[in-house]
């Protein structure tokens, strides 16, 4: 048996919609389903995510080195957000695969990185989320560059309109480039309203390379962050993160400078 096929993910789903200071264990992995949909859609999303990172990028669990990788479900609204240790995720509504998988990526992020959380590397850690919580669900619906619509976060909303575009983001009331810029719009020195430079400025490349994103913008995006990205990054500091990562891996480096010039990281 090779490897890649005897590594396998270690779930684990609590329940804590009774008691949020310990919640009970309720499925494992490779434990039948439970019957509670939000309890076996975390379950779900949590393999599809742990598959997508193992496969693509050869990444075992959240830290690397198969690891569990936990999800609680507590009582409030929808959504899920990265707590530390585990992916909680609120009872409002079935769990979105591209929202569970932002959050584990946050928790890479954690292992890796260290991003800070306020200003322009806390911006940036929002967008990986984002990025990388979109090609999980590309991945999962085989979907192209060209076929995606690059929304994401549909579900979190009653009407159930996404929350967010790689392609659009004023449309969601995102900077879209530099000269939008501004620390003051929202918490954390505007980490979800700056995160729409790097986000649009990923898009720009994984369409103009074309085909699935996770394999090739995705792979820059990917190596940047493993290989050179640290606490204190910033878009300026990523972008030369993402020029080393094409070039090593003998993507076109002159795609990814002019996606970061059209959003006025240009040096």
Do not use: C
């Amino acid at each position: 048996m090779t490897e890649s096929a005897s590594v396998r993910p270690v779930r684990r789903i609590f329940d804590g919609r009774k008691d949020s200071d310990s919640p009970a264990l309720v499925r494992e992995e490779g434990g039948a389903p439970s019957g509670d949909a939000l309890l076996d859609g975390a379950y779900d999303a949590l393999g599809a995510t742990w598959d997508f990172f193992r496969t693509v990028y050869g990444r075992n669990a959240i830290d690397g080195r198969g690891g569990p990788v936990e999800a609680v479900l507590r009582s409030g609204g929808p959504g899920a957000v990265w707590q530390g240790s585990r992916i909680v995720v609120g009872d409002g509504g079935a769990p979105a695969l591209d929202v569970v998988a932002a959050q584990y990526t946050i928790g890479i992020i954690q292992h890796t990185a260290e991003l800070e959380t306020y200003g322009q590397p806390g911006a940036l850690a929002v967008s990986l989320g984002n990025v990388f919580g979109l090609l999980t669900g590309q991945y999962a619906l085989e979907q192209t560059a060209a076929d995606s619509d690059w929304l994401f976060g549909r579900g979190l909303l009653p009407s159930g309109e996404p929350i967010g575009s790689l392609r659009d983001p004023a449309r969601f009331e995102q900077a879209v480039h530099m000269a939008e810029y501004d620390e003051a719009v929202d918490e954390d020195g505007g980490v979800h309203f700056n995160a729409g430079i790097a986000n649009r400025a990923f898009y720009l490349v994984a369409t103009e390379l074309g085909g699935n994103a996770w394999e090739r913008a995705g792979r820059i995006w990917y190596k940047g962050l493993m290989g050179y990205a640290a606490r204190t990054t910033n878009f300026s500091a990523f972008r030369f993160a993402t020029l080393g990562a094409a070039r090593e891996l003998g993507l076109p480096a002159d795609v990814v400078a002019r996606a970061w010039t059209a959003v006025g990281v240009d040096r």
